[in-house]
């Protein structure tokens, strides 16, 4: 039981290359999220997947597209990395209901943007 | 607008003693709130959760407390380790479909 998972851990781009993060978790959550951190502003949401088949934006969409693959991957796209989005990005996953709101996070992926 | 605020950016506490970490909110709609703890280059990790029909809620070590009328949760560690040392964020949700993290607070508990 791996939990949740993240592929690569360590990613350079170039401004204006593209990349995908892909995130896979393996409790049969119905909610996925991506969070990116950085320093002194906690964990800010990107977009997330409350169920298979749907989509919504978080606090921080521009620059993002994301894709629910199937019930256990969520992958995250950037079309043309930018400097700004030079941080560390986590995958989560949540049960999404039934009075219970804990989210499980993945190890995250470290982006350099140059 | 930040909605959870963590006011404290460190804090230091020698082992043994009592850790105190405290959040603020200011959407009076959350009604479930979580700590979650955090080591350097991993995940954060879930550690206590309490719901606003509660005002406080155990876990061998961890306490966390509400204080609704104040809009205010704090996290208690006692006795603190130095396991302990790590970046504490706290989190509110309405509804539970989204979380909404504070910027964090490093303790640091020395031996």
């Known amino acids: 039981n791996a939990g949740v998972t993240q592929t690569p851990k360590f990613q350079v781009l170039k401004t204006g290359q593209s990349m995908t993060l892909q995130c896979a978790q393996d409790m049969n959550h119905n909610s996925m999220y991506w969070y990116r951190q950085d320093p002194g502003m906690g964990l800010r949401l990107i977009y997330y997947?409350?169920?298979?088949?749907?989509?919504d934006k978080g606090e921080v969409p521009n620059g993002y597209n994301v894709s629910r693959l199937n019930k256990r991957e969520f992958s995250l796209r950037l079309e043309s990395a930018a400097p700004s989005q030079t941080s560390v990005y986590f995958c989560a996953s949540s049960t999404g209901g039934g009075g219970s709101y804990e989210q499980y996070f993945g190890p995250g992926t470290r982006l350099t943007v140059t | 607008d930040q909605q959870v605020k963590q006011n404290s950016p460190s804090l230091s506490v020698q082992e043994g003693r009592i850790s105190i970490l405290n959040c603020d909110y200011t959407?009076?709609?959350?009604?479930?709130f979580l700590w979650y703890k955090k080591y350097p280059a991993e995940g954060p990790t879930f550690l206590i959760s309490?719901?606003?029909?509660?005002d406080k809620n155990e876990d061998g070590r961890f306490t966390v407390f509400l204080n609704k009328s104040a809009k205010h949760l704090s996290l208690h560690i006692v006795p603190s380790q130095p396991g302990d040392s790590a970046v504490y964020f706290c989190?509110?949700?309405?509804?539970?479909?989204?979380?909404?993290f504070g910027a964090g607070t490093i303790l640091r508990v020395k031996s």
């Open positions: 309490i719901s606003s029909i509660k």
């Open positions: 989190a509110a949700t309405k509804y539970g479909n989204k979380l909404v």
């Open positions: 959407n009076s709609m959350f009604d479930y």
């Open positions: 997947s409350a169920s298979e088949g749907t989509t």
